[in-house]
């Protein structure tokens, strides 16, 4: 394959809100969707290291979701983000043979409830992702949070705008990964994760169909916090699933 070469775009969501996204073509017929997490740009160095690594098995292509980095709009707390995802992806299939999701905590919110209600990718990853929203199931006064810290004071963002929270109970990902079976599933979390405990990844692995996968990673931070605190784990076991099942 040629080296990648970088290219920003625009895409209407469903709503005409503009959100922006690159992708790192390598001349690859198939296709890598990334959805960050809350508070996530697509221009941050986790997701331009991600990025950089994953287009080696595909072209790879990164999501600023609406409120976020160059999107427009405000973060809606998962109301409007899976159909925003679904309609992009909808756009692409054209263009390749498979397109693979992989979403960070709440980006994987997104990649779940999008697949279990459009069935649009081939293959599926998500990295310290909720098994549902809006509970404290946790003491979050952990060494993970100790260790975070420091990364979030270092981390430059782009402003982020955020929505009213909807009114209603948003889906629940527990309750609707089983519908992306038969498509592959690969759930990953950090160990030390202060946010979203261990036990959210287990629940999701109990509840999906075959295929499906469980890594978690020791001394794993939270969703992308592991890119910046010690990526080769999550790198090459995110790198080895879509290898496989792309």
Do not use: C
């Amino acid at each position: 394959m040629s080296p990648p070469a970088e290219e920003v775009g625009t895409f209407r969501a469903p709503d005409g809100t503009p959100l922006v996204w690159t992708r790192r073509r390598t001349g690859s017929r198939h296709l890598i969707v990334v959805s960050p997490g809350i508070l996530m740009d697509r221009n941050g160095p986790e997701h331009r290291l991600l990025a950089e690594r994953l287009a080696g098995e595909a072209d790879v292509l990164t999501l600023d979701t609406r409120g976020h980095g160059d999107s427009a709009g405000a973060f809606t707390f998962g109301a409007r983000e899976p159909e925003d995802l679904a309609a992009l992806v909808r756009s692409l299939l054209p263009e390749y043979e498979r397109v693979g999701g992989l979403g960070f905590s709440f980006g994987g919110f997104h990649t779940i409830v999008a697949t279990a209600r459009h069935g649009l990718f081939d293959a599926v990853a998500v990295v310290g992702t909720p098994h549902r929203l809006f509970i404290l199931d946790h003491n979050p006064l952990t060494r993970g949070l100790l260790r975070s810290l420091p990364l979030a004071a270092k981390r430059r963002r782009q402003r982020t705008r955020l929505g009213v929270v909807p009114r209603g109970w948003p889906a629940v990902p527990s309750r609707l990964v089983g519908r992306i079976a038969p498509r592959p599933l690969l759930v990953v979390h950090g160990e030390d994760d202060w946010l979203i405990p261990v036990s959210h990844a287990h629940r999701l692995y109990a509840a999906a169909g075959e295929p499906k996968e469980l890594v978690l990673i020791e001394r794993g931070l939270h969703a992308e916090n592991m890119l910046t605190d010690a990526p080769e784990p999550l790198l090459e076991t995110l790198a080895v699933f879509f290898r496989r099942r792309l």
